[in-house]
């Protein structure tokens, strides 16, 4: 069916607009701290101000995926992002303007999970990762979009005029999913019926769940690591100019949107499965962040490729992330559990860019940073890789 190539354009379309504002706030971090007079930390908070209300709303509108159309659950959290973006341009200041974000975070909440089940519904699972990886780049793709223009409208007009147009990107996302989406005329499972607390909490201890939430976890924290700080770090370590760093995190987040395809592409044909993708993502960032605290990562030229080498593996393990945690659902859970998944992140999500702000403003130097992410996705590795091992292993004799 052709019908589902513009259901992945949609949906792919509709992420990108949603995350559009949220995913330019790095870029303009010079400017928000200078016209705010914000901290490093202070500038984190603003990102995870846009992440706490999804911390419930992942599994919120998970449940409403389950039982109502996407159509009208993605379409409406869009609205919301763009209604409160508009009323964001006459935020009198910082406080007011991190209440807008959370008002932005809940509408934002549908985004991820509503395309990734449109996309699942539309797919069969010889496609499913190539198609999750190419819908899985448009909060990349939207990122940088938004890195290369946020800067320049909000240098030109103010940061005020950037919230308007953050909202027009939203709205035009929210009017193009409602009006080209339709449902699959077969889905492949039934909406789901109400799910039980001890369900949830069930679910949460299967294996394939606690791999999920370690591998997500870590790597999440280093996608806010790239968005907040790649800026910074490459204007203060390496005296690169802000137009020339905002250009290096436009490159980065466009690394990103071809390793969320390439890496889904390659997890439909690996042998291997889907999860040898992530792992794959997570070896490379900690190469990556290891690299960044030699004296290499304080040379423009070797920061500028370690930081598209991050973009390119610190994003692009989403699509096959995405993928398995469909395709790991029970039946008529998708919803739920993409939401469930999703949730879980947002605990890092939301804690990791004031933390690891604070961690730069009380060091005074970015290599805890670094070193913090690469421990951090270290132990998850080694701890999935061995739980991966033994899932093998147990298949392998089965089998037998």
């Known amino acids: 069916m052709t019908y589902r190539w513009v259901v992945l354009g949609i949906a792919t379309f509709a992420q990108a607009a949603s995350s559009f504002f949220v ?16 901290s490093t930390a202070e500038l984190g908070l603003l990102l995870s101000a846009a992440q706490f209300v999804p911390l419930v709303g992942l599994v919120v509108a998970g449940e409403l995926l389950d039982r109502y159309s996407e159509r009208w659950v993605v379409g409406a959290g869009a609205c919301v992002v763009a209604a409160a973006l508009g009323a964001g341009s006459l935020a009198p200041g910082y406080a007011a303007l ?21 996309v699942a519904s539309w797919f069969d699972a010889s496609q499913r990762g190539l198609a999750m990886g190419l819908r899985q780049a448009g909060l990349p793709l939207g990122g940088a979009l938004a890195a290369a223009v946020m800067p320049l409208i909000a240098d030109a007009y103010g940061w005020r005029t950037s919230l308007v147009a953050g909202g027009l990107v ?12 339709r449902a699959p005329p077969m889905p492949d499972v039934p909406r789901g019926e109400r799910v039980s607390f001890g369900a949830r909490v069930r679910m949460l201890r299967e294996p394939s769940m606690v791999k999920i939430m370690l591998s997500g976890t870590s790597l999440i924290s280093v996608q806010s690591g790239i968005l907040v700080l790649t800026v910074l770090y490459l204007h203060d370590v390496t005296a ?26 390659w997890s439909d044909r690996g042998g291997s499965g889907r999860y040898a993708s992530v792992m794959i993502c997570m070896v490379a960032v900690v190469a990556g962040m290891a690299a960044l605290v030699t004296p290499l990562g304080r040379t423009a030229p070797a920061a500028c490729l370690l930081f598209v080498w991050l973009g390119f593996f610190g994003y692009g393990w989403y699509g096959p992330w995405v993928a398995y945690v469909a395709e790991s659902a029970p039946p008529g859970k998708t919803g739920f559990a993409l939401g469930l998944a999703m949730s879980v992140n947002q605990i890092a999500i939301i804690l990791s860019p004031p933390l690891l702000g604070l961690l730069r403003d009380t060091t005074g130097s970015f290599v805890p940073v670094w070193g913090v992410l ?22 392998v004799t089965r089998a037998r």
């Open 23 to 38: 995913q330019g706030i790095g870029a303009m971090g010079i400017g928000l701290q200078r016209d705010l007079d914000l």
């Open 98 to 118: 991190l209440g807008v974000l959370l008002v932005v975070g809940a509408g934002y909440s549908t985004a991820q999970p509503g395309g990734s089940k449109a």
């Open 374 to 395: 690469a421990g951090m996705t270290g132990v998850a590795l080694a701890v999935t890789a061995r739980a991966e091992r033994r899932l093998t292993t147990s298949a």
């Open 170 to 181: 939203a709205l035009t996302g929210a009017v193009v999913f409602m009006g080209f989406y």
């Open 240 to 265: 690169l100019g802000a137009g020339a760093a905002a250009l290096v995190l436009v490159a980065a987040q466009g690394a990103g949107v071809a390793g969320r395809i390439c890496m889904a592409a």
